[in-house]
């Protein structure tokens, strides 16, 4: 995906939410997109800075004012356009904090208005919530399936005989519309660029590293701080990559019990429980904790509607003489029975 200025920064919705907000969700897009994105720290610290400084209408602690006005002059000077002719504005600098305030008000909206005078491109952001499942239709006719609590980002005019790429927070299943002589289709996440024409397949950015595992078609997988040629993945391939533990899982799996979410029903085939309580509380606001820890080394098979984990209790409770008690609205402990 192509890189955001500064002033891209303070007109995304999503970015202001992260920062006002402090959202949870968006704090996991932004992550991945700066891990995509390492040589943008500066953009985005300077673009929360502003914000921050809006929203409290004051700035940063005593010794810090200089910089941080020199930073804001600079963010003003960019966005006003010195190549079109455009003056800027200088504002006294005085020491009294309030006018500081003051000042980085004014800096956010010139910078503002600076972004919609010169017409700078804007992006697309998709959100869930939590419990949420979403299908969106890409210009070119590929659908996405957006899992609860995920996000999808592409620029705006995407697709049009430019790189088909998104930016993935989350879990997705991609149907790519094959396009003869089309960009091809990209799927950015901290961990990788997924490569592809026309094909079905899920990806996961959850729990530190990027699986993908693919129904049909091919793709390739270009490892981050990886050196070696793009792995060629092939139908009912399952492969996990994380970039900061640099660890690479590659089996064969039943592409179904990945991508099942996608109907709120979760399949699973020998998984540790350890392993269900996750993608349980992944896919729903519920948090599962058992007592005894080599419960989660036991296996499970079978079945859960996302709306009635009660059948994974039923089935736990009868298998492994356990019994399951509601500690608080959605928390749940597992315990041994006497």
Sequence with gaps: MSNFTTQDLLQHPGFRKWVLEQDE?????????????????????????????????????SGAEEETWTR??????SAAGREDGAKVVQMPRASNRRWMGYAAAVAVLVAAVSFWLFNREEYVHYQTSRLEVRTIVLPDGSEVRLNGNSSLSLKAGWGKGKERTVLLGGEAFFNIKQQPGAEPFIVLTN?????????????????????VVLSNGKVQLELKNKTSAPITMQAGDMIAYSSMKDSLVNKQVNPENYCSWRTKVLHFTDAPIRDVVRALHENTSVIIEPEDAGLGDQTFTGSIPLDDIGIFFKTISRTFNVQIEETEKNVYRISRQN
Excluded at 197 to 206: D, E, I, K
């Design 25 to 61: 969700t968006e704090a996991v897009f932004w992550e991945t997109w700066l891990g995509s994105h390492p040589g943008q720290e500066g953009e985005l610290l300077e673009a929360k800075e502003i914000l921050l400084a809006l929203h409290n209408a004051q700035m940063p602690p």
């Design 72 to 77: 804001i002059e600079d963010s003003i000077e």
């Design 191 to 211: 961990d990788m660029a997924v490569r592809v024409l026309g094909t079905s397949f899920n990806v996961n950015t959850r729990r530190g590293q990027t699986q």
